[in-house]
């Protein structure tokens, strides 16, 4: 018998419900167990710059060729719901909510700028599997770079800044390259073009520390989460939190059905953008000293809210392609 949306919705709440319990873990351990930042801080180090990287490289360089190969119109698809969003947050903010030019910019970034990283790869593989892989890595090598250049383009026009371009791309493209996601991509997708298998040695060990990952990276959120308190700005936080959570995902599902993409890659998409926001953005805002409060408040209202729109949009999205394949 045919599942009902409802139906699909609760079988994927369930899914996803123990890997939101784990950010709730994370939560708790800092606020009432005596989990400092200085602990916070040593996990989301761990997570990101071994974790992580070894779950991405391990998952790419396995991969055969063929199963590795995603249709790269989804970061047209992705980018582009991203760039059409950023300016409409950017009016919404200035001209609705009469915010500053600055922090304008920063509420067009929070719109678009999900927890891909820590939360959105680890959450998709465990929700959509391992397919869902090389469309996810795809957005993640360009997601830093691209975003972070756009708004430190948009701030500097804010402030009215001469010298911009040159430097400021430069040092942020450099950042990125940096970044060990970034690293464990392009060495996963290399290693998959030798054909070989990684050494057993070097393989078991990779595989124990890229099975932490998906764990470590939801604590360590709900750890971060819980250095946030709901303050000033709360309607402002609101207004964000709808954008990022219900246009974003449409506008990038409008996009991909534009341009046909597949259903594995328009899933994978629609999943990054359904994501809670980043905690980059909040790195911006205290970067660039500019709407802090509301940032902070839409981190924990997009998080909370994401675990039932999550599982919802997955649902449609199973229901809407009849399974991914």
């Not at 391992?130 to 360009?142: I, N, Q, R, T």
């Not at 298998?197 to 604590?219: F, H, Q």
């Not at 409008?254 to 994501?275: D, K, M, W």
Request: aromatic residues 12%.
């Amino acid at each position: 018998m045919e599942q009902t949306l409802f139906t699909q919705f609760l079988l994927q709440f369930g899914k996803s419900s123990p890997l939101f319990l784990l950010i709730f873990l994370g939560f708790a351990l800092s606020r009432w167990f005596g989990f400092n930042k200085t602990a916070s801080t040593v996990l989301s180090r761990f997570a990101f710059n071994i974790a992580l990287p070894a779950m991405l490289f391990r998952l790419l360089s396995n991969l055969a060729l063929t199963e590795s190969h995603a249709d790269l119109r989804l970061l047209i698809a992705f980018f582009g719901a991203c760039f059409i969003l950023f300016f409409i947050g950017r009016f919404v903010s200035g001209y609705l909510l009469k915010m500053k030019p600055v922090e304008t910019a920063i509420f067009g970034t929070g719109c678009v700028f999900s927890n891909n990283g820590l939360l959105g790869l680890p959450l998709a593989i465990a929700m959509l599997g391992e397919k869902v892989a090389p469309s996810v890595s795809a957005v993640l090598s360009l997601n830093a770079l691209v975003l972070w250049t756009l708004v430190s383009i948009a701030v500097e026009f804010s402030l009215q800044s001469g010298h911009l371009t040159i430097r400021s791309f430069l040092k942020t493209l450099a950042s990125v390259f940096k970044n060990p996601l970034i690293i464990a991509i392009f060495c996963g997708v290399a290693w998959s073009f030798t054909g070989l298998s990684i050494p057993y040695v070097i393989d078991e060990p990779v595989r124990l520390i890229g099975n932490s990952a998906t764990a470590l990276s939801l604590i360590v959120v709900g750890m971060g989460l819980s250095e946030y308190g709901i303050g000033q700005g709360l309607g402002k936080s609101v207004v964000l939190s709808s954008i990022k959570l219900f246009i974003h995902p449409a506008l990038i599902f409008s996009l991909a059905l534009l341009i046909g993409l597949g259903p594995v890659e328009t899933t994978a998409i629609v999943f990054l953008g359904c994501l809670p926001m980043g905690v980059n953005v909040y790195l911006m805002c205290r970067q660039f000293h500019a709407a802090e409060a509301v940032i902070a408040n839409a981190m924990i209202i997009t998080t909370v809210v994401s675990s039932f729109t999550v599982p919802m949009a997955v649902a449609f999205l199973t229901r809407y392609f009849g399974g991914l394949g």
